[in-house]
């Protein structure tokens, strides 16, 4: 990016600009940490701080915000509605590396059942099984696997290393970051006659909406019978499991090593911090919030309510029963006094 200061306020529809308007940008940054050539953002008060230190050449802020405190005297002010929103359209036009041209690169194995739009990129030593379908405008980059029957809808893109298992279904605009895997076989076994497990045959398969993005080394077990369903808009983060018959509701975003068992089922809406872990078998109401490390092993029926803990409670019972467990230390030996006075004849 080269754009000075009044071309960044002309691109993102600036209400207002103060400063320098000449001020040449060449990069992005955080407040913290960018130079006298970049472009930040403020939007949130908690970073309030950094804007009284930054050194950045131009600072997207809110229309209405007005400092506590002086500010330095370099930064150039382009006033925007939503200062992220501003900021981040930008970076995805100048910053982000452009995907390649269609084309099927030599060393790419596609099968001769396989429908495949020409309006495709296939990497080399990626794999496209029999009667796989591909929609226009998909991005396979190199040594993907791509399984037979499966269907990947338009504007998607499947990332080095990630692997769908025969069968899945990939919606319009999804993503799949590299080494993900989408249809491996669900954890199901039943005890044998002559071994201690014998294995469920899983025939069932996963099914992504559209706009669905699935982070690097994610794992979505295919159905054992039926199928998986992540629905429209979801976002899951890297290191993530999620079992066999799951079902996950529209626009959910999960963080990191979140374990979510078969059979169970997340709500539209919901925001599932790191480290949850979701028992089989039951379900998460729509537009509930889970902090991170909780478990939740029974279900949570009303929306719209925040958990927290192990097992997980609603957040103000878990902070008191937090507050009163931090007190344990002083009570009990007082307890332990009162005991003995009350024994006594």
């Known amino acids: 990016m080269r754009l000075t200061a009044k071309e960044v306020a002309t691109a993102v529809g600036a209400s207002k600009i103060e400063g320098d308007t000449h001020r040449l940008l060449t990069g992005f940054s955080s407040l913290k940490e960018a130079g006298p050539s970049d472009l930040s953002f403020f939007s949130d008060p908690r970073y309030e701080s950094h804007l009284y230190q930054t050194q950045a050449g131009a600072v997207l802020v809110p229309e209405g915000f007005e400092p506590r405190k002086p500010l ?68 396979i980059f190199p040594f993907a696997y791509i399984g037979p029957e499966v269907e990947i809808g338009e504007h998607s893109i499947v990332y080095p290393h990630a692997v769908l298992m025969p069968g899945t279904r990939i919606g319009k605009g999804c993503i799949i970051h590299p080494g993900a895997v989408i249809g491996a076989d669900g954890f199901g076994f039943y005890a044998g006659v002559n071994r201690p497990y014998e294995k469920i045959p899983q025939v069932g398969r996963v099914v992504l909406e559209d706009e669905v993005e699935v ?124 005991e003995k006075l009350l024994s006594q004849p």
């Open 72 to 139: 330095p005297s370099y930064p150039t002010w382009i006033r925007v509605t939503r200062p992220d929103h501003a900021f981040y359209s930008l970076v995805r036009k100048y910053k982000l590396r452009p995907l390649p041209d269609f084309g099927r690169e030599p060393q790419a194995f596609v099968h001769p059942t396989a429908e495949v739009s020409p309006q495709t990129y296939i990497g080399a030593f990626a794999y496209v099984g029999e009667n796989a379908k591909i929609a226009d405008q998909v991005w």
């Open 215 to 338: 982070g690097a080394n994610t794992c979505i077990d295919r159905a054992t019978l039926g199928e998986t369903r992540i629905e429209e808009g979801v976002k899951l983060d890297n290191l993530i499991q999620v079992g066999h018959n799951v079902r996950i509701g529209r626009h959910t975003a999960i963080a990191a090593q979140t374990g979510i068992a078969g059979s169970s089922t997340v709500g539209a809406f919901c925001r599932i911090g790191g480290q949850v872990g979701i028992s089989d078998h039951v379900q998460v109401a729509d537009h509930s919030s889970v902090a991170a490390q909780s478990g939740i092993s029974r279900s949570i029926t009303t929306p719209g309510r925040s958990w927290r803990g192990s097992p997980a409670q609603e957040v103000r019972q878990q902070l008191l029963m937090e507050a009163i467990l931090r007190k344990l230390p002083d009570l009990y030996p007082r307890l332990r006094q009162l």
